[in-house]
């Protein structure tokens, strides 16, 4: 009797299942490791920012133009922010945070600023209390020169604000 290539016997047979289940597994572990590869990538705002007022539309303030230095080693980040005046005077604080949703308290003087930051994709979340709650979503441009901040608020008088920061990186 001639034998043929290809052999059912029954313990080959009884193989094919474990052969294909082990095809599948590979498969879709092959499958999650290019899912995990697609995700997106922390943006690094690491850099000395200036706002861009054609650009920008201000928040009702009394300053007139925000500068920032960003130190940013995930997850750490420190923004360095100032305020510039139309009468010529600065005023500049720091704020230290991680990206991982943690309080970071912030004397202001008058008060105590909470600020938490926490990454949304590839876009970065603040919050915090100043007249009520406050909201940034950061964005870095994919040629990292522009940062996007779009803001808003919810006022203890029940009021509402906008914002919109377009800033240069120098």
Known sequence: MRESKHDLSP???????????????????LLIAAS???APKKPDFSGNWEMDAAKS??????????????EHREPKLKINITLKYPQGS???????LTTDGQPASVDMGKNTRVYRAKWLGS????????????????????DGKTLTIIGSAKLTNGGTERWKYALVKK
Do not use: C, H, M
């Open 57 to 70: 539309q201000l928040r009702p303030t009394k300053w007139n133009s925000l500068a920032l230095a960003v």
């Open 36 to 38: 995990l590869t697609a």
């Open 11 to 29: 313990t080959r047979a009884a193989l094919w299942p474990v052969i294909r289940r082990a095809f599948e597994i590979a498969f879709l572990a």
């Open 90 to 96: 600065d005023y500049s604080y720091q704020i230290p």
């Open 123 to 142: 876009k970065l979340t603040l919050k915090w209390n100043e007249d009520g709650e406050r909201t940034e979503t950061w964005t870095l441009a994919q």
